[in-house]
């Protein structure tokens, strides 16, 4: 397991990012029809948007009433028809949230649709449904120090009451995606991505849980805030997880706003992951393609209006006006091959169990269209990380290479230290910056350990041990360097010279793995992290078995348990370093090999180990 995977799993993930604002009916400011008033043959209207932002009408009707036991308790099957659909082909994805009307009155929304099927039927989640989203507490995401925009956290007392409330456990578990119900298919709003190399936008989709992507994109690098917008119901809406110099989100349909400016729409979960903060924007939509499998829109968006905060079975729900804070990313990027060099610039979602396996796919499909290929090669990562409670930033600098894919395996060690951030135990660091260096090269700039020569036949403890290591960088001539080694006073007979890259067998956190000691706060974890090994560094150590002895001639003062397993990486590489039982040369190349000697030390009386163990028998 590499150094940074086994970090990870030492920290205890308790995450507390967020306030929860108390549940509240949601009330459309349009008259509706509950299911039970509906019957086949029943003939209204739906509006959407299928060019620019123009709200058309088509005509439906009621085809039947499909009661379901999971959630939603029952879809209503539409028929669609008109000018509308024929040009369209059908029901499109991007459509989904559009408002249907019986009689004037607000029935629910389209919602769902068959591929390779009739695509003038179509599923309606009912507005009843919908509306429940709002039975839930949202957690609003907030900058320290300042409260939710126009909205007021619940209290503890109320908060307690809703937390032993079965009505808040059992819908929450359905809206996490954690189900036995029955899953409906054909959700009629397209992800679209854009901006990064198609290969990391399959890997993204995978894992948003998506089985595929649209072409998408916007009209300028960043998308602007609209204050006090106003919106209404069939406007094409945008939700999104990242925009900038990147674009990823889902185009659907409002449904319905509240006068208190809350909404919902879409008519089925985004991604169903309960109590979120998402981005919502105005969509222009470029055209509807018609298609045998199913018709989708191609959108953009034009304008972030508000943040969707319930992402639920039945649908999305959020506020206009809200604007929830986010991540920040940055890359600079060099090819010194070519000597070109770029800058994107992004944001995304704060979502912490999400956000850093999104932001490292982010910055590997960056990397991939700036570099123009993918495959072996050498890449120098700089990953500086800013935030409340972090100073000036954090900052890691590595080396990588690869044989097969750089930027994938370079940036597998960057969303493994994000992670190990956003999950943090301890305190929020919000707001929050990421911004990744990267120079690479197709060159393998790789130095091989090939030898290791001592010099000196006797050693005693306490001496200082000269030590040669011999080092060839790829297809170049080999190289020598001079490290001295100090033997520890306690150390006595067969001891090893250890001479490795770093990463390689690296020193570990024995002492969090076998209990002694724990990671107690936010700053002694960057410290450990800083403590972590680089490819770059070739290592030279001195090792050696060091037991407490037992029985009568153990003294008592005397620690059962060694030094060096009650030590955190960090104290004990401090420590190591400066009695000289551990050297540490940072190198211009990824460091490979491993090799070791064995030497023979004499004790302080003049004894050699061997010696000793024939007097003992």
């Known amino acids: 397991?590499?150094?940074?995977?086994?970090?990870?799993?030492?920290?205890?993930?308790?995450?507390?990012?967020?306030?929860?604002?108390?549940?509240?009916?949601?009330?459309s400011s349009e008259p509706y029809l509950r299911t039970s008033s509906l019957r086949p043959g029943m003939k209204g209207y739906a509006l959407t948007v299928i060019s620019g932002r123009e709200i058309l009408r088509f005509p439906v009707e009621i085809v039947s009433i499909i009661p379901r036991k999971g959630s939603p308790k029952n879809l209503v099957m539409v028929r669609a028809s008109g000018s509308v659909i024929s040009k369209t082909g059908g029901i499109a994805a991007g459509m989904s949230g559009s408002p249907v009307y019986i009689n004037g009155k607000l029935i629910?929304?389209?919602?769902?649709?068959?591929?390779?099927s009739d695509h003038n039927l179509g599923l309606v989640t009912p507005y009843e449904d919908m509306a429940s989203v709002w039975d839930w507490p949202e957690k609003i995401v907030t900058l320290p120090g300042l409260p939710p925009s126009g909205i007021e956290p619940q209290d503890e007392e109320d908060d307690d009451k809703k937390k032993s409330s079965p009505r808040n456990e059992t819908p929450e578990k359905s809206g996490s995606?954690?189900?036995?119900?029955?899953?409906?298919?054909?959700?009629?709003?397209?992800?679209?991505?854009?901006?990064?190399?198609?290969?990391?936008?399959?890997?993204?989709?995978?894992?948003?849980?998506?089985?595929?992507?649209?072409?998408?994109?916007?009209?300028?690098?960043?998308?602007?805030?609209?204050?006090?917008?106003?919106?209404?119901?069939?406007?094409?809406?945008?939700v999104l997880l990242a925009w900038g110099d990147v674009t990823i989100g889902s185009t659907g349909t409002l449904t319905a706003v509240a006068p208190d400016g809350r909404f919902i729409g879409f008519a089925h979960p985004f991604l169903g992951r309960g109590a979120v903060n998402y981005p919502v924007a105005r969509a222009y939509i470029h055209n509807v393609v018609p298609s045998i499998e199913a018709p989708f829109k191609v959108a953009s968006p034009l304008r972030i209006v508000g943040t969707v905060t319930h992402d639920r079975p039945q649908a999305i729900g959020g506020r206009i006006g809200y604007f929830t804070p986010s991540v920040s990313g940055t890359l600079t990027f060099m090819d010194t091959d070519r000597k070109s060099s770029g800058k994107k610039r992004f944001h995304f979602v704060p979502d912490p169990f999400m956000g850093a396996k999104l932001s490292a796919g982010i910055f590997t499909g960056l990397?991939?269209?700036?570099?123009?290929?993918?495959?072996?090669?050498?890449?120098?990562?700089?990953?500086?990380?800013?935030?409340?409670?972090?100073?000036?930033?954090?900052?890691?600098?590595?080396?990588?290479?690869?044989?097969k894919d750089l930027a994938l395996d370079a940036l597998k060690e960057t969303a493994e230290l994000l992670d190990v951030i956003f999950l943090n135990p301890f305190a929020e660091v919000y707001p929050l910056g990421v911004?990744?260096?990267?120079?690479?090269?197709?060159?393998?700039?790789?130095?091989?350990?090939?030898?290791?020569?001592?010099?000196?036949?006797s050693f005693s403890a306490g001496d200082t041990v000269e030590v040669e290591v011999n080092l060839r960088p790829y297809r170049k001539k080999q190289v020598k360097k001079n490290f001295k080694i100090v033997i520890p006073k306690d150390a006595d007979g067969f001891c090893e010279i250890l001479v490795r890259g770093g990463?390689?067998?690296?020193?570990?956190?024995?002492?969090?793995?076998?209990?002694?000691?724990?990671?107690?706060?936010?700053?002694?974890?960057?410290?450990?992290?800083?403590?972590?090994?680089?490819?770059n560094e070739l290592i030279i150590e001195f090792n050696y078995e060091k037991v407490s002895k037992r029985g009568k001639d153990r003294k008592d003062p005397e620690d059962p348990v060694s030094k060096e397993e009650q030590e955190l990486l960090s104290e004990m590489k401090k420590r190591r370093l400066e009695d000289g039982t551990l050297q540490i040369f940072k190198s211009e190349f990824v460091v490979e090999g491993l090799l070791r000697k064995i030497i023979d030390v004499k004790p302080s009386d003049g004894k050699s180990g061997g010696q000793q163990e024939d007097d003992e028998e």
């Open 435 to 457: 911004t990744v260096s990267a120079e690479f090269t197709e060159e393998p700039r790789l130095m091989f350990i090939e030898g290791i020569d001592v010099k000196g036949d």
């Open 177 to 238: 995606g954690n189900t036995d119900e029955p899953v409906l298919k054909g959700e009629l709003s397209p992800l679209f991505i854009d901006g990064i190399s198609g290969r990391t936008a399959a890997e993204i989709t995978a894992l948003l849980g998506k089985e595929r992507f649209i072409p998408g994109g916007s009209f300028s690098e960043d998308i602007p805030v609209e204050m006090n917008a106003r919106l209404v119901p069939g406007e094409a809406i945008t």
């Open 367 to 403: 990397i991939d269209d700036l570099w123009g290929r993918k495959g072996q090669g050498t890449a120098v990562f700089t990953l500086t990380v800013h935030g409340r409670g972090l100073g000036q930033g954090w900052t890691r600098k590595n080396m990588f290479f690869s044989d």
């Open 503 to 535: 990463g390689i067998e690296p020193l570990h956190q024995s002492a969090v793995v076998q209990g002694w000691k724990t990671i107690a706060n936010f700053r002694q974890m960057f410290t450990e992290m800083s403590a972590l090994e680089t490819n």
């Open 1 to 27: 397991m590499k150094p940074v995977r086994r970090f990870l799993f030492l920290l205890v993930a308790v995450v507390l990012l967020a306030v929860s604002a108390e549940a509240a009916p949601f009330r």
């Open 108 to 116: 629910g929304a389209v919602g769902y649709g068959w591929n390779f």
